[in-house]
């Protein structure tokens, strides 16, 4: 998105709720992958509009995304899968503080390992992949068989900081991760059974719908 756009969007949006914002500090200080402001908006608005009644989420990080997803739909039951037990156990704290571990669980485990946990606590509305970017047409081909018949796919980072389109030569390592990426997209868009709208906000984020 052009940077003059982006930073209009950024000046005149809500201000997070105050313990959003502290992690949202949290995630900068420490560095700590969480969805881009904008990003986090969208998804959102997305969840307000579907009224999912249970989501799962592929990569819970420290607990963010899933919290102001519950923000969004105070009814819904969120699933959120975290390989990294620092990260894991960080999300489970700051759910706890929340008062919200009764609407969110936290697995942990690789979503690749644990699918058997997963599809016991399904079907689910929605679901959000955030988590390791080579993997993920794999979590989509997984986890998309576990879904009600009109549940949306969101894909955060697929433009995954415009290498997708304009690759970096002084950025090996990530032009790696952005090829997985192209990857993904084009197989994406080429789905027999899906289609799928690719929206340049936050870092990219691709909504799948069934055809």
Sequence with gaps: MDNTIDHYLLDIRNNSPEWAQQLEKYARENHVPIMEPLGIDFLMQIIRINKPSRILEIGTAIGYSALRMLEASPTSHIVSVERDEPRFQEAVQNIKKMDKDQNIDVLFGDALDITNEIKEKGPYDLLFIDAA????QRFFELYSTMLTSDAVIISDNVLFKGLV????????????????????????MEHPQYVTTIVPIGDGIAISIKR
């Design 165 to 188: 389109a304009n690759p970096n030569s002084d950025k090996e390592r990530l032009n790696k991760i952005a090829n997985k990426i192209t990857t993904y997209n084009k197989w994406l």
């Design 133 to 136: 970017k080579g993997q993920y």
